[in-house]
């Protein structure tokens, strides 16, 4: 996801600040257009933000992970700025309360699913048409690494382990 995201935002014209487990996940993200990377699931997220952008926090914080990230990324946020927590691989995301997003830092909070969009079908439509055009014009790297479709259930434990980088290909 974080390879598509930051492709995508760099396409955009977005300055993308990412995080990585690893160095070695780290030189992927800089191979991918990620302006700056902070390493390591334990790194001080609101600190390293506020060096790079001169304490006034990202406009935009996108958490995939989930379980205790999605508080370390309201704290990387600029005042009137924006949170989109699209996953929990980390496991469940504890409950934020109103008081944490404002009234001082007035942060919006958008938890956004799939599942909602299907349940549009113009936006589903809308949705998939700017998907397909990114793939088109190769801003979402082709797939790299392939599943037997048989091999569902290691593909999905490798995707939560970490081990899986890019886009992930199950074969019929």
Known sequence: MG??????????GGVVIGTAGSSEKAEIARANGADHVIVGRNADLASEVGRVTNAKGVDFAIDGIGGDMLRKSLGCVRRFGVVASIGQAAGPIPPVSVEEL???RSLSLARASVMAY???QQTYRCATQAVIAAIRQRIIPNARTEYALTEVAQAQSDLESGKTTGTLLLIP
């Open 3 to 12: 390879t598509t995201l930051t492709r995508w935002a760099k396409h955009l």
């Open 102 to 104: 404002g009234p001082i």
């Open 118 to 120: 299907a349940a549009e």
